[in-house]
């Protein structure tokens, strides 16, 4: 398929690719029909499909001229998740399998699920959330809406605006104190990597979360990050699960084709360390161990890692990767780091296919730029790094590998020729990144966080 061929939709009448929903079990569940809400034809739909709220992964169904009926949904929703239903509803004292309804689920005793997400609430650690953003304040503004929804009770907004151009970005981070607990911060010099490190500077001591503002959080989020922390005492990160808010346009499903934010993650709990290396490389994240988008770190873990590496990130020539190369950094230092498919954030993908060609460059750019800074800092581990080459190589070109198993026959060659051109441009790039912040400042490889300056320290916006 060429990318100039693909026609975008364009009101009603249209046809999108797919409309996103939950389904929630434990409710009536909805006839689906044909066409959106705009009124354009729905070819599918991408169910994000939960009980009890805890989600139990994501259906895929073609969507009919007449739409789907409730029974037909009930029947597809039990082909593939009938024994995790069962195994849940059991636990709660319900009925056996083979009696299982689907749709209004409802059980006599407590739910473990939520018995102890209410157990981990009564108890909950604070956490600070922060959210970098450059000039993207309707995006941010609906990101802090989902933010102030969270059902957590000990939460604080902390928004650092990256080399702001106007003072946009300020003016909805003060509407959003006005509702709740959200502080202002800046970063004057732009790059991602700097804007992180300055709210780890800004925030000594606390549990931070990352979202990006291009990002709506669940409303149970941070609920499940806490249970994370709680179940898992030594886990320096914890990583959520990141699903499409919409999937609108073919930009966007080529996107999910190619992986998403998960690779191939999916929604079974894990947990990286020491222990688990012989299965999965600290220095191979494929699938990901996390993504910056969706990662809390407990305090100290950043600062032990040196921060974030300025010459990666958004806003550098690497334009990525300051994340992966984090979490390579905690599991490479004994570090633990735990997946928890529970804690959800929808993000809305790339609509336009330039977008996405450059997000497929920069992915690939981002990945070796942050394996040349590991070499750069430690030449020893250029040694097992080519022991992973053929690894590498099979997930490059092989049909089945989780690179490429959910691409089909029509996914456009020249999205993957321009993930490979990133990865041929990327150790170039981190050392165009790395010289020029010495030249401007005379600073080294890889500083520490940065302080916090007169000009860009922490200003509390909320309401006294």
């Given at each position: 398929m060429s990318l100039a061929s693909v026609?975008?939709?364009?009101?009603?009448?249209?046809?999108?690719?797919?409309?996103v929903r939950d389904l929630e079990l434990s409710e009536a569940l909805p006839?689906?029909?044909?066409t959106d809400p705009a009124g354009r034809r729905a070819d599918r739909i991408w169910l994000l499909v939960r009980l009890f709220t805890e989600p139990l992964g994501f259906a895929v169904l073609d969507v009919p001229d007449g739409g789907l009926a409730p029974e037909q949904l009930a029947g597809a929703v039990l082909a593939r998740f009938g024994p995790a239903i069962a195994e849940r509803v059991a636990a709660a004292g319900g009925i056996a399998d083979g009696q299982l309804p689907v749709g209004g689920i409802t059980v006599p005793g407590p739910v473990p699920f939520l018995a102890r997400r209410e157990e981990v609430l009564r108890d909950a650690p604070p956490i600070t959330v922060v959210v970098c953003t450059r000039e993207r304040p309707e995006q941010l503004?609906?990101?802090?809406?989902?933010?102030?929804?969270?059902?957590?009770?000990?939460?604080?907004?902390?928004?650092?605006?990256?080399a702001p151009a106007t003072d946009a970005t300020a003016r909805v981070a003060r509407a959003a104190a006005e509702r709740g607990p959200v502080d202002y911060l800046v970063e004057p010099v732009p790059g991602l990597s700097r804007a992180r490190n300055r709210a780890v500077a800004s925030a000594p001591g606390e549990i931070l979360a990352w979202i990006d503002d291009d990002e709506r959080a669940d409303r149970y989020w941070l609920a499940e990050v806490a249970r994370a922390l709680a179940d898992h005492p030594d886990a320096s990160v914890v990583s959520g699960v990141i699903v499409p808010a919409e999937l609108e346009t073919q930009?966007?499903?080529?996107?999910?084709?190619?992986?998403g934010h998960s690779k191939g993650r999916g929604f079974t709990p894990d947990v990286f360390g020491p222990a688990t290396a012989h299965r999965q490389s600290p220095l191979y994240p494929l699938p990901p161990f996390g993504t910056g988008a969706n990662m809390t770190f407990r305090p100290g873990v950043i600062e032990r890692i040196g921060g974030f590496d300025r010459a990666l990130g958004a806003g550098t020539p690497a334009m990525g990767s300051e994340d992966t190369l984090a979490f390579t950094q905690v599991l490479r230092k004994g570090g633990t780091?735990?997946?928890?498919p529970s804690a959800i954030c929808r993000h809305y993908h790339r609509r336009d296919l330039d977008g996405l060609r450059r997000q497929m460059r920069g992915y690939g750019c981002g990945l070796t730029a942050a394996y040349t800074s590991l070499v750069l800092h430690n030449p020893l581990v250029l040694f097992p790094l080519l022991r992973l080459i053929p690894t590498a190589?099979?997930?490059?070109?092989?049909?089945?590998?989780?690179?490429?198993?959910?691409?089909?026959?029509?996914?456009p060659a020249e999205l993957?020729?321009?993930n490979r051109r990133g990865m041929l441009a990327g150790p170039l790039a981190y050392l165009r990144g790395l010289l020029a912040p010495r030249r401007a400042t005379g600073l080294g490889r890889r500083a520490a966080p940065d302080a916090p300056s007169q000009t860009s320290r922490t200003q509390t916006m909320r309401r006294t």
């Open positions: 026609v975008e939709p364009t009101g009603a009448g249209a046809r999108v690719p797919a409309v006839a689906i029909p044909a503004a609906a990101c802090l809406d989902s933010l102030l929804d969270q059902a957590y009770p000990r939460l604080r907004v902390l928004v650092v605006d990256n930009a966007q499903l080529l996107f999910e084709q190619f992986g780091i735990v997946y928890q190589l099979r997930d490059l070109n092989g049909d089945d590998s989780l690179r490429n198993a959910g691409l089909d026959e029509n996914f993957m020729s321009a």
